[in-house]
């Protein structure tokens, strides 16, 4: 693991494990797999409405994850399309087509959800935002459109997400990344480091510091749900945060 992260158990009846960033401006987590009620292959603590999974599954799994931040109730969610845009976070129900979003309302809880893509968030002052960076994203610039919307020189922390040892693309997409990020985000055999860049994007665009957890979503099978990794039939985790209270 990465510094810049510490691990945490939120949960009543059984832990469930989140990845903490370390960062005081914000109440934030990368949620695991473990700990909710969802049955296979959605299990455990899957959070998404859209995978095949019972939306009471989904709904009460959303409210144990909400322990993380000390925050019940709906969170503010974008309808991720792989895209580059990112949108102020609209009212909890309201879905903007985007991959990214941004508040500095103290009320509000912000989520992306992901299993391999890489969830990121972006900490300024009195301001914070969150991207899901896949692929078609990180090239597209979704981080850099994210750190710019939060403003000034933030903080980013790059949560879990398949690795270099899992991620082989095809020569488009290599390419792809080379030609964006340079051939410092390529690890051979067309595999590409979507924390590497990440990184890159961030500090191109005015980041302060970057951190990236650097613990695979398709490796650990025992922790996250990876889209690759099961073929797409299974869960969402979620990174979610909130403006920590005065």
């Known amino acids: 693991m990465g510094a810049g992260f510490v691990w945490d158990d939120v949960g009543d009846q059984r832990p469930a494990p989140v990845l903490r960033p370390r960062v005081d401006a914000v109440e934030a987590a990368f949620t695991t797999r473990i700990g909710g009620v969802s049955p296979a292959p959605y299990d455990e603590l899957n959070v998404s409405f859209r995978v095949g999974d019972h939306d009471d599954h989904a709904r009460a799994n959303r409210q144990i994850a909400g322990r993380a931040v000390g925050r019940k109730g709906r969170w503010s969610v974008v309808r991720q399309v792989h895209g580059a845009e990112v ?9 903007a087509d985007a991959d990214g979003q941004w508040t500095q309302d103290a009320d509000r809880t912000l989520a992306v959800l992901g299993a391999d893509c890489v969830p990121v968030l ?9 991207a899901h960076a896949g692929w078609r994203g990180l090239v597209g610039g979704v981080v850099e459109a994210a750190v710019r919307a939060v403003g000034g020189r933030p903080s980013v922390f790059a949560g879990p997400a398949i690795g270099p040892c899992c991620y082989e693309v095809g020569a488009e997409v290599e390419e792809a990344f080379a030609g964006r990020f340079g051939p410092s985000v390529l690890r051979g055999d067309r595999r ?3 924390w590497a860049a990440t990184g890159v994007a961030a500090e191109q665009a005015g980041a302060d510091t970057v951190a990236a957890a650097r613990l695979c979503t398709s490796c650990h099978s025992e922790l996250f749900f990876s889209h690759r990794r099961d073929r797409g039939r299974t869960g969402r985790q979620a990174l979610l945060a909130r403006l920590r209270d005065a």
Do not use: K, T
């Open 87 to 95: 949108v102020p976070a609209g009212q909890p129900g309201s879905l």
């Open 122 to 130: 972006i900490v300024g002052d009195g301001r914070f935002g969150l």
């Open 192 to 194: 590409v480091d979507l």
